[in-house]
């Protein structure tokens, strides 16, 4: 099913609906301004940039209109992608979460390398899928990655969504998956704690 319609909300609501979340090592929170230079440093790296998008790296100033982007999308759908922190030292690890694609929610993880292979992703992504079934009852939650993306393919898998098949979006060539929320089943044992900013 389609995310609802939209519709436009001040500042202060963006804050007060973009929750904060806590997992076992993760602490989701809203990107702030000073996240520039870490969110910078992230999208000049090729190795996290090479199966996204145009596989490019970014300079800072198209980091800045990725960082402003994902504010805005929180204000245009009530939902959105989290800057990514460890819980304890609030290191910046990465960002991901949910954003729309063409009017499906998208589950999305980017990590610095520096944190690969240590779970967070699914970790990120299991706290994602149930923000979306939880909070926004979503009926479907997509994901999408390039064919040779085979660790982000993994995660996906690792998180129980299923393959749908080979498509291209912005005539980029993906691999779509997918979770219905009836497949969905939370993670009883997983810490997951929501709060709201405000
Ligand atoms: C994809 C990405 C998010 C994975 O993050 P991560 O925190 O390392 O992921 P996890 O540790 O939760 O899981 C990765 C899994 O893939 C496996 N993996 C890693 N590299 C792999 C490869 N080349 N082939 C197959 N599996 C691989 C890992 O072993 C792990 O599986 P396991 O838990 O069964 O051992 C990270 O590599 C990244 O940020 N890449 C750049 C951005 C990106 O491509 N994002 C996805 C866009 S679709």
């Not at 979340?21 to 301004?33: D, G, S, V, W």
């Not at 969110?39 to 800045?64: C, S």
């Not at 402003?68 to 929180?74: K, L, N, Y």
Request: charge should be negative.
């Amino acid at each position: 099913m389609l995310e609802k319609k939209p519709r436009e909300v001040t500042d202060d609501e963006v804050r007060a609906r973009s929750p904060v979340i806590e997992t076992a090592r993760l602490r989701l929170r809203l990107f702030r301004p000073d996240d520039l230079d870490d969110l910078a440093a992230m999208l000049r790296d090729p190795l996290v940039v090479r199966y996204v998008g145009d596989g490019k790296t970014a300079d800072r100033e198209v980091a800045h209109k990725a960082l402003t982007s994902v504010i805005d999308h929180w204000r245009r759908h009530g939902f959105g992608r989290w800057a990514v922190e460890d819980k304890e030292t609030h290191q910046f690890l990465g960002y991901g979460g949910l954003r729309s694609l063409l009017g499906m929610p998208e589950v999305v993880y980017h990590f610095a390398t520096a944190y690969w292979g240590k779970g967070y992703a699914t970790e990120l992504a299991h706290a994602c899928l149930r923000y979306g079934f939880e909070e926004h009852q979503f009926e479907r939650i997509v994901a999408i990655a390039k064919p040779a993306n085979a660790a982000s393919i993994h995660v996906l898998e690792k998180l129980g969504m299923q393959y749908e098949m080979h498509t291209s979006y912005y005539e980029i060539d993906v691999v779509q998956y997918a979770l219905d929320r009836e497949d969905y089943e939370t993670q009883v044992d997983s810490p997951y704690v929501l709060k709201l900013a405000l």
